[in-house]
């Protein structure tokens, strides 16, 4: 089985999806002949032609608008929107018509869309290019908002994405990019979207994360373990809209403990998501308050300081520690 | 430059119903249905409006004076062709194919599913201009399938200030899509006038910068809008790329029948015209042809006032939307976190 980083995965799933349904169409700033400013697309345009992958003006409401009319015409449009970051300027575009047409039709209509863009700290990367936005569309209805750990989970659920009926916003961690290989089978698969994963077992205390932040949570984990001979649990989110309320409501029934780890800001995040399933599904299960491990709520931090802020296994370690407190 | 500036507005009818230029070669049938479809408009413009007067319908905004663009512009299509527009062009939409009904459905705050797929409409717009770009996205799917179809994308004088219209155009002219930009120039903005969008003489000329041709039309002289767009879209159909068309016309009414235009807009104009009101210049052009008489058209207004009074009757015959049917229209399947807040509400409704 070839050893693939998430990069190369994601370029994998994204050129068996070319091979397989000619209704597939990558487009974005950059992915053609350049092959996409972290090579996601890399070698796209040479093998499947200017029809399939193709460059567009640099107009990131012009791409998603684009391609809702292409997602309603009947084809599988994957557009690339170059940093999460600037999804901002798609912002109408992504919620109010991408996400909201199947209802604003009554159910006639759908917009089969993937809209892949790289997020996260950690990489040194201008301003607004690393900004975690997953939560301002996890408030949207109608989109679904998914965010691998691995590259074996970034071409499963890539696959999956493809094939979703709705519209689907796809976040590649900049940091996971080249940061690990992988045995990921070179066969197409899919893993469901909606779907959360125990990515270490334990009953101690729930950890909840995804994106990098899940390497950051199963480091803490390891260093509790080791240290304190504390079993924990990290769960890896995977899909953040529609979350797996039952995973976390199973894991948390069970240590009656719980960490959220995420690098976005905390106010109105995945996190307070999180705790507000947990109160609604199994606050009796809970033995100590629910932490938050998060940036502040202050803008993205900029590369001089990001180490400092971003979540590290320390900061989430001591945050397992506090709950596991008597 | 390869595409030079629209110096002349075109127009075939004067305002006072006068052939001043070439007619299209239209046979008597169609241009009675064009004639048709303008009074349609008109007087289901003003049921509405009397309805939601009556508290029997919610905001609507009348297309009353916009009734030769509506008509004109949807005219040259065919039915694989599409028609992207917003609120104000209702009527185009019913030309193109969606019935009157499922419109009026939508005003009484039911959801859209009424719209016939096969009209090739996408629900009317509410946040102004992001239409056009979905309008361009249809017409880079039907290049790349290699279909002869076309798209008509519509706005307003207002929505071409938006990023997203003059994002469409650029998008368009780049990948030579297979549409044509229409913009239903009214003259206002809810009650910012048309000067206020833009210094530029007419928005058409935005065409050129974009690269494609711009043209203006005179939106009230519905044989004139026909024959531009039909040149545009016949343009689109052959592989030559997309065209800018600016209708000049006047918003009679109210932006909606929560606005009240006195409060900005000054007699003087209102008067100016409504003197080059596009219905009695094409009724008299077509008594003119001896193609009408007054009493084929007044039977016209009864038959018409008896079609709206049926739809009404239909509209409020209607059991009302039932709220559990939405849960159903977020996803293609409902989400875990649906399922349980639908049986919430149902639970709370007594029905479970």
């Known amino acids: 089985m070839p050893r693939m980083t998430l990069v190369e995965a994601v370029n994998h799933a994204l050129a068996q999806e070319l091979e397989r349904d000619r209704r597939v169409r990558v487009f974005g700033e950059d992915v053609g002949k350049n092959g996409g400013v972290f090579r996601v697309t890399d070698g796209l345009q040479a093998r499947f032609g200017e029809d399939r992958v193709f460059d567009t003006p640099l107009a990131e409401s012009g791409i998603i608008g684009t391609a809702v009319g292409m997602a309603v015409y009947g084809l599988r449009p994957v557009a690339e929107i170059q940093f999460a970051g600037f999804t901002f300027v798609a912002f109408n575009q992504i919620v109010s018509q991408a996400a909201r047409l199947r209802y604003r039709s009554g159910g006639l209509l759908s917009v089969p869309l993937v809209i892949r863009a790289p997020f996260g700290g950690g990489v040194r990367t201008p301003e607004l290019h690393s900004d975690s936005v997953e939560a301002l569309f996890m408030h949207a209805q109608g989109i679904k908002v998914v965010i691998p750990s691995s590259p074996y989970d970034a071409k499963g659920l890539l696959h999956a994405a493809v094939e979703d009926p709705d519209p689907v916003l796809f976040l590649e961690h900049m940091k996971l990019y080249r940061s690990f290989r992988q045995e990921v089978p070179s066969e197409r698969y899919t893993l469901p979207l909606g779907q959360a994963a125990v990515a270490r077992e334990g009953d101690a205390v729930s950890v909840f994360a995804y994106g990098a932040m899940l390497h950051v949570a199963l480091q803490a984990a390891e260093q509790v373990a080791q240290e304190d001979g504390a079993s924990v649990e990290v769960v890896d989110l995977r899909t953040i809209s529609p979350l797996d309320e039952e995973c976390i409501a199973q894991s948390v029934s069970k240590t009656g403990r719980a960490v959220v780890v995420h690098e976005a800001a905390r106010a109105g995040g995945v996190g307070a998501e999180v705790i507000a399933v947990i109160n609604e599904r199994c606050l009796y299960s809970l033995l100590k308050p629910v932490e938050r491990v998060t940036n502040p709520d202050m803008p993205f931090p900029l590369p001089s300081v990001e180490d400092t802020f971003l979540p590290n296994p320390a900061r989430v370690a001591a945050a397992i520690r506090r709950t596991l407190e008597p | ?352």
């Open chain 2, 1 to 352: 430059m390869p595409f030079p500036l629209a110096h002349c507005i075109h127009q075939v009818l004067a305002p006072d119903g006068k052939l001043v230029g070439a007619a299209p070669d239209l046979p008597a049938d169609q241009l009675f249905a064009m004639y048709r479809w303008m009074v349609y408009g008109r007087l289901y413009s003003d049921r509405m409006v009397a309805l939601q007067r009556q508290g029997r319908i919610g905001t609507f905004g009348p297309l009353n004076g916009q009734e030769a663009a509506s008509v004109g512009l949807a005219w040259p299509l065919q039915p694989a062709d599409w028609l992207v527009g917003s609120y104000r062009e209702l009527l185009s939409y019913m030309v193109k194919g969606v019935s009157p009904l499922a419109l009026a459905e939508t005003y009484r705050g039911y959801v859209g599913d009424g719209y016939a797929l096969d009209a090739h409409c996408l629900p009317y717009q509410i946040v102004l201009a992001t239409q056009v770009l979905h309008a361009v996205g249809i017409a880079m799917g039907m290049q790349y399938d290699g279909k002869p179809d076309v798209v008509v994308g519509v706005c307003g004088d207002g929505a071409t200030s938006e990023g997203d219209f003059n994002e469409a155009l650029n998008f368009a002219g780049v990948f030579k899509a297979p549409i044509v930009f229409v913009v239903q120039n009214n003259g206002w903005a809810i009650s910012v006038p048309r000067r206020q969008q833009t210094a530029a003489e007419y928005i058409a000329h935005r065409g050129p910068a974009f690269g494609m041709p711009g043209y203006v039309v005179d939106g009230n002289d519905v044989l004139a809008v026909y024959q531009v767009v039909q040149d545009a879209v016949a343009r689109a159909r052959a592989g030559d790329g997309p065209t800018l068309i600016e209708a000049l016309t006047y918003r009679l009414g109210a932006h909606t029948t929560a606005d009240d235009p006195k409060k900005y807009r000054l007699d003087d104009e209102l008067g100016e015209w409504t003197a080059r009101d596009p219905l009695p210049r094409f009724r008299t052009y077509l008594m003119n042809q001896n193609l009408l008489d007054p009493t084929a058209d007044e039977r016209l207004h009864e038959a018409i006032a008896a079609e709206l009074q049926s739809l009404v009757e239909t509209l409020e015959a209607q059991p009302p939307q039932d709220a559990a049917d939405l849960f159903d229209l977020v996803y293609a399947e409902r989400t875990p976190q649906l399922n349980r807040q639908r049986a919430d509400l149902l639970a709370e409704l007594g029905r479970e």
